[in-house]
């Protein structure tokens, strides 16, 4: 979980967790909070407060340095675990979250569109019967990154001359003739990483692979074929 809410110094920190215990002494019975939850708040808070100051002063040891930073640490668990479990809207409000230091939590959920972009690769040759995908996006097309949440790389191989009607049905799937659209490709791999590593079996050297790559968003929904490309297998 990201803890952006949380101030990095830890003046702030104790801060916030005072304007908590605050906000929460008045408030914990409407949002469901236990007593407990808030006298566990409350000894953290003061155990932190009395650890920084005995970390800042002219006494300070390397134990006491430790015993500081572990003081933080239980309270920054603590405000994390009433965060995550209490802190919900309802029944909370925007002024709620905004008294506690927090952005207000937006309800409205921004779509998700189809990617509109297309993607090729370029292909280096790290060793052999291996092909390596560059995948960059084509120059002038739509990029949304909400939309463009990852690729969907087609592929297939031609052996020389083409499949026979055994190989073409076989586990390989080689193809019979030139793939002219990604929708002759019989495989597909999904990636989000920008280089992806094909190593194919030493028998497929000197065939070619050619390929197709489309955007998908999150939900799987794919984007238009980008263009095909190929490679003989080195």
């Known amino acids: 979980m990201s ?17 908590w215990y605050a906000v929460l ?15 566990n708040l409350d000894n953290c808070v003061d155990a932190a407060g009395v650890a920084l100051g005995r970390a800042q002063s002219s006494d300070r040891t390397p134990t006491i340095t ?11 668990a603590l405000m994390r675990d009433i965060k995550d479990r209490y802190y919900k809207k309802p029944p909370l409000v925007d002024s709620d979250f ?16 189809v990617p509109a972009g297309q993607a090729t690769a370029l292909i280096t040759y790290p060793g052999p019967h291996v092909l390596m995908l560059n995948v960059c996006p084509l120059a002038e097309t739509p990029a949304d ?10 592929y297939g191989i031609l052996p020389q001359g083409g499949a026979t009607e055994a190989e073409a049905a076989g ?4 193809l019979i003739k030139t793939a002219v659209s990604g929708e002759d490709l019989p495989h597909s791999k999904f990636t989000r990483r920008r280089k992806e590593r094909f190593d194919f ?23 238009p074929w980008g263009p095909m490309f190929s490679s003989f297998i080195p």
């Open 3 to 19: 803890s952006d809410w949380l101030p990095g110094k830890r003046e702030h920190q104790l801060a916030l967790g005072k304007d």
């Open 25 to 39: 002494t008045a408030r914990h019975i409407s949002w469901g909070i236990p007593e407990t939850v808030l006298s």
């Open 66 to 76: 430790a015993q500081c930073r572990e003081a933080f640490d239980a309270l920054t």
């Open 98 to 113: 905004v008294n506690l230091g927090l952005k207000p939590k937006d309800t409205i959920k921004t779509p998700i569109h």
């Open 145 to 154: 990154p909400r939309a463009d949440y990852g690729f969907r790389i087609y």
């Open 171 to 174: 586990p390989s799937r080689y």
């Open 201 to 223: 079996p030493a028998e497929d050297s000197g065939k070619i692979a050619h390929f197709c790559i489309r955007y998908e968003n999150s939900k799987g929904e794919p984007g």
